[in-house]
């Protein structure tokens, strides 16, 4: 070997040297052995599931509690459906002909991987990442950003879903966030500004009939009251309509010490359904689902149908058109007396709770 060949030789092993210190291999985060975002401000973390796009825990620095549970143990490599989670394309079962083509229910985004983006990094205010998924048989593209404060209790998401389809579609987009044991129990109480409902156990073809109005439903010619669950989950799906420009949902549970909520706008949002499960005579699940649908049924049938109380079933989407949706999640600290939420409102900086009964406003930093 000559001394130049020599010198060029050195020269390329520094080089190679120096371009593996400034860009190291990433590194992937995992959590609870599956890979994830995790965002972490001074008061508040959240973890995002990369295998099918779940927000999967949300708690305070401060309470060792996240209430956001659902079938969050399971296998550690299977893309599947967990806490908070996104349907998309769809809300609820296929018809018999979409199943048997492998259409799940709820549609595919908990059923793909998800890609990132952006890791987690601090930009100004929050904490902000983004990813992105594919369904392949729905044929849609979702890119998502996520926003944690950097100094609240509360995170953003957006997310902006594109047909990428040759022809126009029509599709779904429900948010469903799951809160379970120990921070769901008897005590437990939910509130929303939902008004007009109905229950999914009402046949068809007119299943708003009889209307209920929140947080009452019917169980047979029985009222039931939905704020608190006990041992019977019936009526285990009822859904609402929401008649003002902001829709919000919480969920409280005095003994815990911990309130969980969510803030969207109607115009994107215009459904709020709640969902009902027990298991040995105790609560296991609450789903506080909000979306563009609040008929639980296949296609075929929300086009027979077209409205309920004058709202959409569906929305359209154009070939390569693209729409975005957002929502807000929040926790607060409350104290054992908390009777409930009388009402929710919030700005770009703030989120202020007005509870029932007696006790001052409680504002969460956005």
């Known amino acids: 070997m000559t001394s130049d060949n020599k010198r060029l030789t050195r020269r390329s092993l520094l080089a190679a040297a120096a371009a593996a210190t400034a860009a190291p291999a990433a590194v992937k985060t995992m959590h609870q052995g599956r890979p994830a975002l995790?965002?972490?401000?001074?008061?508040?973390?959240?973890?995002?599931?990369?295998?099918?796009?779940s927000f999967v825990d949300f708690r305070l620095a401060s309470k060792d509690l996240n209430p956001l549970v659902w079938a969050n143990e399971g296998p550690t490599g299977e893309a599947r459906s967990m806490s908070h989670f996104l349907c998309l394309d769809r809300w609820g079962l296929p018809s018999e002909a979409e199943k048997a083509n492998g259409m799940p229910g709820h549609g595919e985004a908990t059923k793909v991987p998800w890609t990132t983006l952006r890791e987690p990094a601090r930009q100004g205010r929050f904490i902000e990442a983004a990813l992105s998924a594919r369904l392949p048989m729905a044929g849609l593209r979702v890119e998502r950003t996520v926003r944690l404060s950097a100094e609240g209790t509360a995170f953003h998401v957006e997310e902006t879903v594109t047909n990428e389809n040759k022809l126009g579609r029509i599709y779904n987009m429900v948010q469903h966030p799951t809160v379970g044991p120990p921070f769901l129990?008897?005590?437990?109480?939910?509130?929303?500004?939902?008004?007009?409902?109905f229950m999914q156990s009402s046949p068809m073809p007119n299943p708003e009939h009889p209307t209920v109005v929140w947080p009452q439903a019917l169980q047979?010619?029985?009222?039931?009251?939905?704020?608190?669950?006990?041992?019977?989950?019936?009526?285990?799906v009822v859904s609402y309509v929401l008649d003002e420009e902001m829709g919000w949902v919480t969920a409280a549970s005095p003994s815990?010490?911990?309130?969980?909520?969510?803030?969207?706008k109607t115009a994107e949002y215009p459904w709020l359904s709640m969902w009902r499960h027990v298991a040995d005579s105790k609560p296991l699940a609450r789903g506080l689902e909000f979306g563009t649908t609040g008929l639980h049924q296949p296609y075929g049938i929300l086009v027979e149908k077209g409205r309920i109380f004058g709202r959409k079933l569906f929305d359209h989407l154009d070939t390569g058109e693209s729409k975005t949706r957002s929502f807000t999640g929040f926790l607060a600290e409350i104290p054992s007396d908390f009777q409930g939420v009388q009402k929710v409102t919030a700005d770009d900086r703030k989120a202020?709770?007005?509870?029932?009964?007696?006790?001052?406003?409680?504002e969460v930093t956005l």
């Open 185 to 197: 129990d008897e005590d437990t109480v939910v509130d929303s500004n939902a008004r007009q409902g």
């Open 38 to 53: 995790v965002l972490k401000g001074d008061r508040a973390g959240l973890v995002v599931d990369l295998l099918g796009g």
């Open 352 to 362: 202020t709770i007005l509870p029932l009964g007696a006790g001052p406003a409680i």
């Open 220 to 236: 047979g010619a029985q009222p039931v009251d939905l704020r608190r669950l006990h041992d019977d989950p019936l009526p285990n």
């Open 256 to 264: 815990k010490g911990l309130l969980v909520g969510y803030v969207w």
